[in-house]
């Protein structure tokens, strides 16, 4: 159903496209294509986004190094009370303090697991919110910038070629001498976007 709805509504872009080409008697139309994933990669502010969230991923991570030391401690300490418990001929009164030692040894392991767990599907929600965030905001601005640089231009068609639309498919199926302004748009945005 979604590829029969793409389908029929690139036909009619295409269609208004070739109507508005055959109407362009004395006007030639003027198009260019544009590269959002190039712009993604090598746009500034995402890579000032990118910065933040590896910066926070890494302080992230070093707590979750410091929480999995104390698992790995409680780990060793478990094997060796384990390993006591069962090669040692002790008194009934001696066996329940370690069994209770174990207890409470387990319980905290159990626990600082459960927290990592916890902590680490929480920092993967998080990243994927701020990253989808971050990437909305650019695309927002990329959008205003093309648009502002095709008005100022003349352009009366930009088409975004990287193939990432919703569809997967690109928009743009022939083009003749399209003017790729995807490095103009870099420029502008690498310089509007410094705080």
Not at 49 to 72: A, H, V
Not at 83 to 110: F, G, V
Not at 151 to 170: C, D, I, M, P
Not at 183 to 195: F, Q, S
């Amino acid at each position: 159903m979604l590829r029969t709805n793409f389908s029929a509504k690139l036909l009619l872009h295409l269609s208004t496209f070739a109507l508005l080409l055959s109407q362009a008697n004395a006007t030639e139309l003027k198009v260019a294509s544009v590269n959002i994933d190039k712009i993604l990669l090598h746009c500034e502010a995402a890579d000032r986004e990118l910065s933040y969230l590896k910066s926070g991923r890494d302080r992230y991570l070093r707590e979750r190094n410091t929480r999995q030391k104390k698992i790995n401690t409680l780990a060793i300490e478990l094997k060796a009370l384990q390993t006591k418990i069962n090669h040692k001929a002790m008194p009934r009164s001696e066996r329940d303090n370690l069994l209770n030692k174990r207890a409470k040894l387990i319980a905290q392991y159990q626990s600082l697991t459960k927290e990592v767990q916890q902590a680490d599907d929480e920092q993967t929600k998080n990243t994927k919110q701020k990253i989808s965030s971050a990437t909305n905001r650019i695309l927002k601005q990329c959008h205003l910038e093309i648009k502002t640089y095709a008005k100022a231009n003349g352009f009366h068609w930009v088409l975004e070629t990287s193939g990432n639309t919703t569809s997967r498919v690109s928009p743009l199926i022939y083009a003749r001498h399209a003017i790729d302004i995807t490095d103009d748009i870099l420029g502008i945005l690498n310089k509007e976007l410094v705080p």
